[in-house]
């Protein structure tokens, strides 16, 4: 498997709650935590998620993470216009001895 | 927390070989929880990892680019570096580096680097 399953996109108007889902196999998400990163535009991602659903210190409690399986899933709520970004999942990938991304989710923030 | 920084050329020529630095600032790079990581991003497309050092020099490379990758730590210098030889036009991108570890992901990052290929 050479990237994780995601939609390419994602919309909400402000206020309301978007999900994103992240498909993987035994080799990486079935066995390893799982991350998500957040990318704005022109810059580099920023880590959102660690461990399935940890937050790193300074990340709003409106972004969670959730995983079951060789599933994983971000979920934003109470969207802002600052969450419009693209948004990576990754896992350990015990066949690489790296990281396996996913191809990465667009959130529009109608 | 440790401060990463990608360094080299940004524009090389079909069939040469890319080489990059990342130097680390805040922290040995001696410090053994950690992987020393460089990932790509085509641009306009997703995040590709490219291949890892540990600080006893053990490497892990993907396999799409395993043929030409070599990734070097020198922890005398706190730096570890890329080369990527017989490049083509398909491996023009923003190169990061990063500090990863397999429980806690990347926290840290390089700005990034955009190399070109082109003649």
């Known amino acids: 498997q050479s990237v994780l399953t995601q939609p390419p996109s994602a919309s909400g108007t402000p206020g309301q709650g978007v999900n994103i889902s992240c498909s993987g196999s035994?080799?990486?998400?079935?066995?390893?935590?799982v991350s998500w990163y957040q990318q704005l535009p022109g810059v580099a991602p920023k880590l959102l998620i660690c461990?399935?659903?940890q937050r790193p210190s300074g990340v709003p409690g409106r972004f969670s993470g959730s995983k079951s399986g060789t599933s994983a899933s971000l979920a934003i709520s109470g969207l802002r216009s600052e969450d419009e970004a693209d948004y990576y999942c990754?896992?350990?990938?015990?066949?690489?001895?790296?990281?396996?991304f996913g191809g990465g989710t667009k959130v529009t923030v109608l | 927390q440790a401060q990463l920084q990608e360094s080299g050329p940004g524009l090389v020529k079909p069939s040469q070989t890319l080489s990059l630095t990342c130097t680390v600032s805040?922290?040995?790079?001696?410090?053994?929880?950690?992987?020393w990581t460089w990932i790509r991003q085509p641009p306009g497309k997703g995040l590709e990892w490219i291949g890892n050092?540990?600080?006893?020099?053990?490497?892990h490379y993907n396999p799409s680019l395993k043929s030409r990758v070599v990734i070097l730590i020198d922890t005398s210098k706190n730096q570890f570096s890329l080369k990527l030889n017989s490049v083509t036009a398909a491996d023009t991108a923003v190169y990061y580096c990063?500090?990863?570890?397999?429980?806690?992901?990347?926290?840290?990052w390089g700005q990034g680097t955009l190399v070109t290929v082109s003649s």
């Open positions: 990063a500090r990863d570890n397999r429980y806690w992901g990347s926290q840290e």
């Open positions: 461990r399935n659903n």
């Open positions: 050092i540990y600080d006893s020099g053990s490497t």
């Open positions: 990754a896992s350990w990938d015990d066949s690489l001895s790296g990281p396996l």
């Open positions: 805040g922290d040995s790079i001696n410090n053994g929880d950690y992987y």
């Open positions: 035994n080799s990486n998400i079935g066995r390893n935590y």
